[in-house]
């Protein structure tokens, strides 16, 4: 199998498109606008209304996506279903525009919409990986997809902050909207098509439900596999709640200004970028175990000394620390949850762990939220109890046995 350098780029340009929407909406701009503008957090409802966003709509992926991902394969329309997500996502982008001060069930119900849009077509844009490259270069391609994210992140940002600026919200969201639509472009014609055939889509929908009840039972009964996921459940939770609320949190409890903001999640871009750099020869020589063991040590130092911080630069010292954890230890739970997967089923296992991630990224933003409207807006209470999800997710890690030294050890099935 030898690599098409037009999917090659096609597949890397799509992470550089939905990127600007993660970083521009998710991260900085609109959340902060959502919280402080449309429902006000003086109090806390802010928080809580985010939230309840992210959790809604994470939920919703996390539910879904088993059976649909199961529906797309089977009945063979993983390209229309990834459209129709991408279409969803943009479509909403671009109407949040509409949204204004006291608007807040419409900024609701368009935020969870974009949303789910968004994490929904990532479920059928992570499965192009292994049609396009061998599994000796899926890392390579990988990594292409990785490092361009990224700069959509920053070029995002770099769009958005004159616009910001001069509180021209409206263009800010239909920028996003079109940088989205346009760079994703080379995905609709490069990517690989849709094959003909396929089973009937109410039939591939009974298939993937029956498929997901068998896959669970069999990883509740490989005790390595279970202990893993459970603890990753926990700790991936903090990780996305404070990507989450990172940014209402530098604005209400630091009075951060817009610019101050966007250049706050410029350093963590690169940051996290250059962690992950420094981390990938030690997660193969120390072991993808200990990689997530001293990332999560260093996230909940960070969280800890995040909840008593008083001053902008120090945040700024904080942040950069945290960023560089970020892509560390998720590609070491990678890492990791492949050494617990039997040749020839990495497709199906990696499903189900994509499943935990999103279903376990409910809990952290209404913990946050919740705590923080009940405490009258007092969001270090709140910050500190997200910092619990990284002390439990560390202890029921180190209950996970490692993966033995002579290379991949199939645990599914193991007790």
């Known amino acids: 199998m030898r690599l098409d350098p037009k999917q090659v780029a096609a597949f890397a340009l799509y992470d550089f498109a939905n990127s600007a929407y993660s970083a521009v909406i998710v991260a900085t701009v ?70 204004g001060p006291g608007d807040v069930l419409w900024g609701f119900c368009l935020a969870v919409l974009a949303n789910i849009g968004f994490e929904g077509a990532l479920v059928y844009y992570n499965a192009y990986l292994p049609d396009l490259a061998p599994e000796e270069r899926r890392g390579f391609v990988s990594g292409v997809g990785f490092a361009l994210g990224y700069a959509g992140s920053l070029i995002g940002l770099l769009i958005a902050l004159p616009l910001v600026q001069r509180g021209m919200f409206e263009l800010t969201w239909l920028s996003v909207a079109a940088f989205f639509a346009l760079f994703s472009l080379p995905a609709w014609r490069w990517l690989p098509a849709d094959a003909p055939g396929g089973q009937h889509v109410a039939k591939a929908a009974l298939d993937g439900f029956r498929r997901l009840r068998a896959t669970t039972r069999e990883v509740l ?20 709640t404070v990507i989450y609320f990172a940014a209402i949190f530098a604005t209400k409890t630091l009075r951060f200004e817009q610019g101050e903001l966007m250049l706050l999640f410029m350093v963590v871009q690169i940051s996290a970028l ?25 996230w909940t130092l960070i969280v800890a000394g995040a909840a008593a ?62 705590v923080s409207y009940l405490s009258g807006g ?34 599914v099935g193991a007790s």
């Open 30 to 99: 609109f959340a902060v606008y959502y919280a402080q503008s449309v429902v006000g957090n003086e109090t806390g409802e802010g928080d809580l209304w985010w939230g309840r966003v992210m959790s809604v709509s994470v939920l919703f992926v996390a539910l879904s996506s088993p059976a649909l991902g199961s529906v797309a394969d089977r009945a063979r329309i993983r390209k229309r279903m990834m459209l129709a997500y991408t279409c969803l996502c943009i479509g909403a982008v671009a109407a949040l525009s509409s949204v």
């Open 221 to 240: 009964r490989s005790k390595p596999l279970r202990r893993f996921l459970f603890a990753y459940f926990f700790y991936i939770d903090g990780v996305l």
């Open 309 to 370: 911080v008083e001053s902008k630069p120090t945040f700024f010292a904080m942040a950069a620390l945290a960023g560089s954890g970020l892509g560390a230890v998720q590609a070491a739970s990678r890492s990791l949850m492949s050494s617990m997967i039997p040749r020839g089923r990495e497709a199906e296992l990696f499903g189900f762990y994509a499943f935990c991630g999103k279903s376990s990224s409910v809990l952290g933003p209404l913990v946050f939220g919740q």
């Open 378 to 411: 007092n969001q270090r209470l709140a910050v500190l109890c997200i910092g619990a999800f990284f002390v439990v997710g560390g202890l029921l890690l180190r209950r996970v046995p490692s993966p033995a030294a002579s290379g991949r050890v199939p645990y």
């Open 274 to 298: 250059l962690g992950s750099l420094a981390l990938a020869k030690p997660t193969d020589r120390w072991g993808a175990k200990r990689v997530i063991g001293l990332t999560l040590v260093l």
